[in-house]
């Protein structure tokens, strides 16, 4: 029993000692510690100077760096420019992104945006600088006096207080304008880049039949229209916005920096920089790609819109085939990819508008907090050791006052930094847009010199896949040759001149035949031969292949459709087009003139029944076909060129007014090319260019009366041909019941 009692007293002697010892150790290991930390800040006190200068010297290399690495980065662009642009015309979709290709893009759109340094938009750029240094300082000033009245308040003084509540009214009046102005200004910038940009656009796509060829020579931009209307004005805006909240923020930043540095010091404020650029870093890396979501969004709502266009043109055709589930079923398709893409945006904003918050609002918010508090606490940093010697009052006052200070130009330098990250989602939108822009004017440009990418089809995809398909004449290869385009006075001749389709098939290999005034040629053929093909050449819609061709100026030939066009506009307007008022004046031809043209074709009644020659309708509706058909022919007589091609024009009206039209055109000295399968039309004509549907073609003399006599007795030999099979058949019965 002793043993056990003195062992237990012998246990908790020991553990008495390990704990004394330990708790000695521990002592002297924070003494050790302490010391420690006094060695380094009495170090830091006799070197303070020398710190500071090392953080702005290696702040300032950071800056140089980064603008080193932009100067790299702009000399490389501008060596892959030709490289850039020649894959952008390769027909492949680009996804947007923040690489050397935006820059580029963006130095191309913003030389259009703004023409020049003198220029209106070159000044409201600087006057909307000076607005937004103007606000900044005025920002700091603000500052400075509300920590001066929360002070004034601490004090307790009255009278400062009160004066200190003047001047925050007084500033309120310039500051309430800035604001205004800037917003003026920003929506005037946005204005006048839209302007700017669609004035060049249109400048390109209304130009030498662009318009034509974008939609149906090139695969590259199907919803053009949009692209345009829509597209230009977000890039615009976009833009306009993105400099307000980017120079703005930036600036603020400086100055409000400069400022918490002369407060709080440099160290304080290069540890907030520090702990913002990690976090700025950490959002880059977990940003969703809103550019290319963006681009994607925008492609999706041009095809949506493409839908519904398409249905609108060919709202007829479906309504006679009962075709209307079917196209809800198309129109439903595009909106429900477009609805998922949509949402799908949304859910990523939601989660990384939480992350983005968190961040910026309350992380850098409490890092702003800790360092404006360190004066306070602490007479050895700057901002508290002016007020060492100082009375409790005014030391209480003096914090205050730096405090309230320092906190509104953080939360303020704070709020310029979270409006930088939040503009680095719309600097990656913006790209969107720009590379949708870009990709338009690329096309045009190229569109415009010929260049085209078309998806092969048919018999041309066929030979390109498949060499051993292809004839003596690759046909794959006919869509990149150029044939020669000569302009003539007074003739259309073509010469070795290949009708190919813009998707490769070829039509007619060669074909030659010459018109000159006053031969009036009839085209005969199966559907599908290349008639029409042969005249969207001869009007220039689609390129010579190959050969030569030569023709007059597009002005010397006209061209009337089965479906005439009818633009917006009045009564007048349908008869003179393309002309307007004024040229119709020039021209020295009066209403009268117009009432003649019209009674040529019996249609003149028909002003006083729409209500003058004023009046404006939706004339594709209110005109039946055959006055549709007779005011195109009024329209040919008022221009009077030298050629007309007339692509079964007079099908919806009857034969006493077809006579009538085309003696009239005759005797204006108008040379008809007309499409027609009607023998009422060959009398018209002296010539004839038939083709066999098979490639080839005849051009030769046409004599009416011989050639109708020959069909005649082509129908009848063909009648009896018809009637041998039952002759034979009943030639057998015979035979049968003869037996």
């Known amino acids: 029993m002793v043993a056990a009692v003195n062992a237990n007293l012998l246990v908790g002697v020991v ?19 302490l010391a420690l930390v006094l060695r380094v800040v009495a170090l830091y006190a006799r070197h303070q100077r020398a710190v500071q200068r090392s953080i702005v010297a290696l702040v300032c290399f950071g800056l140089a760096e980064r603008l080193y690495r932009l100067v790299r980065l702009a000399t490389a662009v501008r060596r892959s420019v030709a490289g850039d642009t020649g894959k952008a015309g390769g027909g492949t979709r680009r996804k947007a992104q923040l690489d050397r290709r935006f820059f580029e893009n963006m130095r191309r759109l913003v030389a259009i945006v703004i023409p020049g340094l003198f220029s209106k938009e070159a000044g409201m750029l600087a006057v909307h600088t000076v607005l937004l240094v103007f606000r900044t300082f005025l920002s700091v000033a603000v500052a400075a006096l509300d920590g001066q009245i929360v002070s004034a308040l601490v004090r307790l003084r009255g009278r400062e207080f009160v004066g200190g509540i003047g001047k925050w009214m007084a500033m309120a009046v310039p500051a309430t304008v800035t604001n205004s102005l800037l917003t003026y200004v920003q929506t005037m910038l946005a204005i006048r880049f839209r302007q700017n940009l669609t004035e060049h656009v249109h400048a390109q796509y209304l130009a030498n ?13 199907k919803n053009a229209d949009q692209l345009v209307a829509a597209d230009i004005s977000k890039f615009a805006t976009t833009l306009a916005e993105l400099y307000s909240n980017l120079a703005k923020p930036a600036l603020d930043a400086l100055v409000y920096n400069v400022q918490l540095a002369r407060s709080l010091g440099v160290e304080s404020l290069f540890g907030i920089m520090v702990v913002i650029q990690i976090s700025m870093g950490m959002l880059r890396a977990l940003a969703p790609p809103f550019g290319q979501l963006v681009a994607q969004e925008q492609r999706l709502e041009g095809e949506f819109y493409f839908t519904h266009s398409r249905l609108a043109e060919n709202a007829e055709e479906v309504a006679l085939y009962r075709g209307h589930e079917a196209e809800k079923r198309v129109i439903t398709r595009r909106y429900l990819r477009l609805v998922r893409h949509v949402n799908r945006i949304f859910r990523l904003n939601v989660f990384y508008g939480m992350l983005e918050d968190f961040i910026v609002k309350y992380f850098w918010g409490a890092a702003g907090l800790l360092a404006c508090a360190v004066p306070v606490f602490s007479d050895r940093l700057p901002g508290a050791a002016r007020a060492v010697a100082a009375s409790a009052s005014d030391r209480i006052g003096d914090h205050t006052r730096d405090f309230i200070t320092n906190r509104r130009l953080l939360l303020s330098g704070s709020d310029a930094l979270g409006r930088m990250m939040y503009s680095y989602k719309e600097i990656v939108e913006l790209a969107g847009y720009t590379e949708r822009v870009s990709e338009l004017l690329t096309v045009l440009g190229e569109v415009g010199e010929g260049r085209y990418v078309k998806t092969r089809v048919g018999k041309s995809a066929e030979a390109s896949s498949n060499p051993a398909a292809a004839g003596d004449d690759d046909d794959a290869d006919v869509v990149n040759q150029r044939g020669q ?48 093909s042969m005249f969207r050449i001869l009007g220039g819609l689609w390129p010579v292949y190959g050969g030569t061709l030569r023709k007059p100026s597009m002005s010397q030939i006209f061209y009337i459709p089965q479906r005439p066009y009818l633009p917006v506009g009045s009564l007048r307007d349908q008869i003179i087009y393309p002309d307007c008022a004024d040229d119709m004046a020039h021209k020295g031809v009066s209403d009268a003139d117009l009432l003649a043209i019209l009674g040529v074709v019996q249609l003149g009644h028909i002003v006083e029944r729409e209500g003058g020659w004023d009046a ?56 008809l090319l007309t499409v027609s399968h009607r023998q009422s039309l060959w009398q018209y004509h002296n010539y004839i260019l038939q083709y066999d549907g098979q490639g080839g073609h005849m051009f030769s003399e046409l004599d009416p009366e011989r050639r109708i006599a020959l069909m005649d007795e082509k129908q009848e030999i063909e009648q009896e041909l018809a009637l041998i099979d039952d002759m034979e058949a009943r030639l057998r019965e015979l035979e049968a019941q003869s037996l």
Request: hydrophobic share 40%; glycine share 8%; charged share 25%.
């Open 209 to 221: 039949n662009t318009y034509y060829a974008v939609g149906n020579l090139d695969d590259r931009i």
């Open 15 to 33: 553990v008495d000692r390990m704990q004394d010892v330990m708790y000695r150790r521990v002592r002297s290991f924070k003494r050790g510690q």
């Open 616 to 671: 404006v309708k939706l004339w594709r509706d209110a005109l039946s076909g055959g006055d549709k058909q007779r005011i195109a022919m009024a329209r040919l007589f008022y221009h009077r060129p030298r050629f007309a091609i007339m692509d079964e024009c007079t099908s919806a009206v009857s034969m006493d007014i077809e006579k009538i039209m085309y003696t009239h055109a005759t005797n204006l000295g108008i040379t």
């Open 485 to 532: 385009l000569v302009e003539s006075d007074d003739d259309i001749e073509f010469v070795g001149v290949p009708i190919v389709s813009p998707n490769g098939d070829v039509l007619v290999r060669r074909l030659n035949f010459h018109v000159k005034p006053g031969r009036h040629l009839l085209i005969v053929g199966p559907n599908g031969c290349g008639k029409s």
